[in-house]
Nanobody, 119 residues
């Protein structure tokens, strides 16, 4: 089992920045992929970004490319999401998740953290 806890959400004005963090514990593996997803009210959950355990491979949704940056902080065993130039449409609950190697789906999820961007 893997336990994930997100932190860093909050309320920010459009154009501002927030940094989310996801602390991982339990049976993590160096072959895992970690990712961020978000879900806005009335919408389906969508992919935001992902990073390999080594940090060498990253992927971003088109909507956040150039504004968000995903990273690993190995000393703390966390995954961070730096969000810049935030827009009202970025408002959502943000979830971190872990996908095991060779799996097509993410198996472990955090409880989510709310990000609200005011116009």
């Amino acid at each position: 089992q893997v336990q994930l806890v997100e932190s860093g959400g909050g309320l920010v004005q459009a154009g501002g920045s927030l940094r989310l963090s996801c602390a991982a514990s339990g049976r993590t593996s160096s072959s895992d992929t970690m990712g961020w997803f978000r879900q806005a009210p009335g919408r389906e959950r969508e992919f935001v970004a992902s990073i390999s355990w080594s940090g060498s491979v990253t992927n971003y949704a088109e909507a956040v490319k150039g504004r968000f940056a995903i990273s690993r902080v190995y000393a703390k065993n966390t995954m961070d999401l730096q969000m810049n130039s935030l827009k009202p449409e970025d408002t959502a609950v943000y979830y971190c998740a872990v996908r095991r190697s060779l799996r097509a789906v993410y198996d472990y999820w955090g409880q989510g953290t709310q990000v609200t961007v005011s116009s």
